[in-house]
């Protein structure tokens, strides 16, 4: 004997036939902090079964600009937010236009990263890439900064405008970060 | 906690139907719970399934995708395909472990 036939079981609904939910992130910056948030939720987004895009634009385009993904700096001039781990204190705005500054703040930044084992923003996109999320950079973006399809990493399906972008993202949740 | 009886054992599940005991679960088992779901298991299958067990057993805490494949050494894709759509959900499912609560 092997299965049963008890009371009826609970078994978990994984949404599997659930075919209606889609998200578009647009990730527009490129300073090393709020790079995360639109490839956290993106990947979380994917391992929930839902159809996922992440649309690159402006200072974003960094985040698949082979020449500076892993380039990417943080500072804390002008966020007032910023204060160490643990202390009740906030980093003096002056602090953070100190030469070298920019350097140590990025340093700490992906140690903590690091430290909580999310990957850094290369194997990050992969990643997400490998997961089934679409990754789609800005054609004006890519105009201005004369980038081509070549310049970018592997991943990216494609270069689109913003008409495009506005298509493909019919009936989804449109996310701004 | 309700109880059910996968593959002839008598096991404690919760609300949603995942089971709450980590030493009750065998491999019948999670023969049965994968089959509830639509997978069939292979040797693929097993390794993740191994893994997340092990790996809750000396961590304490289920592990998430990317554990399974940076550790776990099972590349990403591949899990999309073993347990489609949501993977991490599935396998600790399947794996007789918590859901997992960490974002990454």
């Given amino acids: ?53 992440i649309f690159f634009t402006f200072w974003g385009m960094d985040i698949i600009n082979k020449e500076t993904q892993e380039d990417l700096q943080f500072t804390w001039l002008g966020n007032t937010a910023m204060h160490p781990p643990g202390m009740k204190m906030h980093m003096p705005q002056g602090l953070a236009g100190l030469p070298g500054m920019t350097a140590m703040a990025t340093k700490m930044f992906k140690k903590q990263i690091a430290d909580m084992d999310v990957p850094d923003v290369a194997e990050f996109v992969q990643m997400i890439a490998d997961a089934g999320g679409q990754l789609w950079g800005c054609k004006m973006s890519a105009d201005m900064m004369d980038l081509k399809m070549d310049d970018l990493v592997d991943g990216i399906q494609g270069i689109i405008s913003a008409t495009e972008f506005i298509e493909m993202s019919e009936g989804a949740q449109v996310i701004f970060t | 906690m309700p109880t059910a009886t996968f593959a002839g054992a008598e096991v404690t599940v919760d609300e949603e139907g995942f089971m709450t005991e980590f030493d009750q679960w065998t491999r019948e088992i999670a023969t049965h719970l994968a089959g509830q779901i639509g997978i069939d298991l292979d040797d693929k299958h097993w390794q993740v399934i191994d893994f997340v067990r092990g790996d809750y057993e000396e961590q304490g805490e ?43």
Avoid: W
């Fill in chain 1, 1 to 53: 004997m092997t299965s049963t036939q008890e009371a009826p079981v609970v078994v978990p609904d994984f949404g599997d036939d659930d075919e209606d939910r889609k998200i578009c992130f647009i990730a527009s910056k490129g300073t090393l902090d709020m790079v995360y948030p639109s490839l956290i939720m993106a990947n979380a987004a994917l391992g929930e079964g839902i159809e996922t895009h």
């Fill in chain 2, 62 to 104: 289920t592990p998430t995708l990317r554990r399974v494949s940076t550790i776990g050494g099972v590349p990403t894709k591949q899990l999309f395909q073993l347990f489609p759509k949501k993977p991490a959900k599935k396998m600790a499912y399947i794996a007789g472990v918590p859901k997992p609560h960490g974002c990454v």
